[in-house]
């Protein structure tokens, strides 16, 4: 590799890394200093006219003002948003929503699925007001991974985050502290995937073109625990990931403690089709 090449793959790697670490750090600041900072209403963030039982139809636009707003201020210290308790909730217990998860992937390796059968238009009304998620799912962008299908669900049953390499950066654990205490996911699934190319590259470590670097340092724990093999970095990485939803976030954390949310670690295998929980 040329020599300014390398260098500035270095500096790439050094500034994503650094920003990374200054993101997370700014993120659990604000948390610790005020847990309860969440969207003024209960709305959605999945679309256009979806809301909670009786929230103000608030836009995706509207959602991200409000928490921009919020986070201006926490920062000149003169507002703490109240937030009222979340209205729709799965009532599934963790567990029972683990099994649901899991039943679902069984139905998709048999080729026994159901939610392509049912009436989409059905559904799509039953949600139009409100949504009731009863997990949340990260998995990686891979086109491979279809996570309602992997998982037989359909519209309104998964929260979903997918981001390549499946991890946890500030914005995703924004996303997900929503899902969880706002809608009320009863269990957090972290969905890693055989052949990875995200983790691929962060164990290769090339020099990427445009942006595509700022990925590696979020999976550099990963890659140093489990070393060149890809099957173990993907799978240390979900486990990883996981681990740092439970501990960065004093809202999924207090969910766990609390015995409202189960937060597991799981590979998706791209022949067999089967999610395999990693313990
Ligand atoms: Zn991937």
């Known amino acids: 590799m040329p020599a300014g ?35 003024a209403e209960p709305s959605c963030v999945c679309g256009d006219g979806l809301t909670a039982d009786e929230g103000t139809n608030l ?10 707003v919020g986070a201006a201020a926490v920062m000149v210290g003169t507002t703490v948003l109240h937030v009222p ?26 080729g026994q699925l159901k ?50 390499g499946n991890i946890a950066t500030p914005e995703v654990i924004a996303s997900l502290e929503y899902g969880v205490g706002v809608l009320g996911t009863k269990v957090l699934m972290v969905l890693g995937h055989g052949n990875c190319g995200a983790v691929k590259a962060a164990i290769e470590g090339k020099a990427v073109p445009g942006q595509i670097s700022a990925l590696y340092a979020p999976l550099r724990m990963a890659v140093d625990q489990a070393g060149p093999n890809l099957d173990a970095a993907i799978d240390a990485n979900a486990r990883i990931q996981a681990d740092l939803l439970s501990k960065a976030s004093v809202i999924i954390g207090g969910a766990i403690k609390e015995g409202k949310l189960k937060v597991v670690p799981a590979r998706y295998d791209l022949a067999s089709g089967k999610v395999s929980l990693l313990t």
């Open 5 to 39: 090449v390398e260098q500035h793959a270095s500096f790439t790697y050094w500034y994503a890394g650094a920003r990374y670490v200054w993101l997370l750090i700014r993120h659990q600041v604000n948390v610790m200093r005020h847990p309860d900072l969440k969207p």
């Open 115 to 164: 939610c392509s059968s049912e009436n989409l238009a059905i559904l799509k009304s039953k949600t139009a007001e409100k949504q009731e998620p009863f997990a949340a799912v990260l998995s990686c962008a891979d086109s491979r991974v279809p996570v309602e299908i992997v998982f037989d669900q359909s519209i309104g049953q998964l929260f979903v985050v997918r981001l390549a």
């Open 59 to 68: 836009s995706r636009r509207g959602f991200v003002a409000s928490t921009i």
């Open 85 to 110: 308790p979340a209205m729709a909730q799965s009532t599934l217990t963790p567990d029972a929503a683990l099994k649901s998860l899991m039943d679902g992937n069984k139905r998709y390796v048999d």
